[in-house]
């Protein structure tokens, strides 16, 4: 009676009551492995499960966070999506080269080149003192204490302190030549001159110029010829004395015009 009035409803209760019979004794001989109701089996095929899925996190706060902690990915099960390759710069940033967070994590290396050899260079000489050196060309031009000291133009002095006043200290022509200036003045300005005051040239042979400076008298003329060691003065120097020029004491100012002074010593 039942069956005729509710057909569905009875063919409904008879397949539910051979699903749960047949799953009570041996539910894999029914369904395979399509259904399951214990969890150990899945349903319509493999699945993966993501069990645990990170939050999204910014870049810029990846620096303060350890990097097993900024992204823990859980795979339960499935083919192999390429990790190390797909995922690695993203679970691990802080080691990468192109995308480092830090600006220092990968330093560039330069090579500096090697320093050129400084070569020491000689100092030059002032260009008064250039010429070449002529041994025994010279002889010393009065007596007297040589300074030695080079002062312009490539010259020296040679003092007699105070003698020069009361006496007549000859001043010699150190090599042979022509007189080709003689000044002479009764200017008393320490600018007479140039400073030089009463001076003598001499042109030599060899064209070499020697000067003769702060002069008490001149003994020779433009254009005479002199031998070496002829006197051809008498020093001077004195301050306030005519023709002494800028001097403090009496002395000879002795130069050297194309070569080098013989009696320079510093």
């Known amino acids: 009676m039942i069956g005729k009035r509710f057909p569905l409803g009875t063919s409904l209760f008879l397949v539910f009551s051979l699903i749960s019979i047949a799953n009570l004794v041996s539910p894999d001989a029914f369904f395979g492995d399509s259904i399951s109701f214990n969890g150990g089996k899945t349903i319509g095929g493999e699945i993966t499960e993501i069990v645990s899925a990170?939050?999204?996190?910014?870049?810029?706060?990846?620096?303060?966070?350890?990097?097993?902690?900024?992204?823990?990915?859980?795979?339960?099960?499935?083919?192999?999506?390429?990790?190390?390759?797909?995922?690695?710069?993203?679970?691990?940033?802080?080691?990468?080269?192109?995308?480092?967070?830090?600006?220092?994590?990968?330093?560039?290396?330069?090579?500096?080149?090697?320093?050129?050899?400084?070569?020491?260079?000689?100092?030059?000489?002032?260009?008064?003192?250039?010429?070449?050196?002529?041994?025994?060309?010279?002889?010393?031009?009065?007596?007297?204490?040589?300074?030695?000291?080079?002062?312009?133009?490539?010259?020296?002095?040679?003092?007699?302190?105070?003698?020069?006043?009361?006496?007549?200290?000859?001043?010699?022509?150190?090599?042979?030549?022509?007189?080709?200036?003689?000044?002479?003045?009764?200017?008393?300005?320490?600018?007479?001159a140039g400073g030089y005051g009463n001076n003598i040239t001499i042109l030599h042979p060899n064209g070499v110029v020697t000067r003769y400076a702060h002069l008490k008298s001149v003994l020779v003329t433009v254009g005479q010829y002199v031998n070496q060691g002829s006197i051809i003065a008498y020093m001077g120097g004195y301050p306030y004395q005519p023709g002494s020029g800028n001097s403090t004491g009496c002395h000879l100012h002795y130069e050297v015009r194309g070569a080098k002074n013989p009696l320079i010593r510093y």
């Open 54 to 192: 990170p939050k999204a996190v910014l870049k810029e706060n990846l620096v303060s966070q350890s990097v097993s902690t900024v992204l823990a990915f859980e795979i339960s099960a499935g083919p192999d999506i390429g990790l190390e390759g797909a995922f690695y710069e993203d679970r691990y940033p802080l080691i990468t080269g192109n995308d480092s967070i830090l600006q220092n994590q990968n330093p560039t290396t330069t090579v500096l080149p090697e320093p050129k050899p400084v070569t020491p260079v000689k100092p030059a000489l002032p260009y008064y003192a250039a010429g070449p050196y002529l041994d025994g060309y010279f002889i010393s031009p009065t007596t007297g204490y040589n300074r030695g000291v080079l002062h312009a133009y490539n010259a020296v002095d040679i003092s007699m302190g105070d003698l020069c006043v009361n006496e007549n200290i000859p001043v010699y022509a150190t090599a042979s030549g022509v007189i080709s200036a003689a000044y002479t003045t009764e200017s008393i300005n320490r600018y007479a």
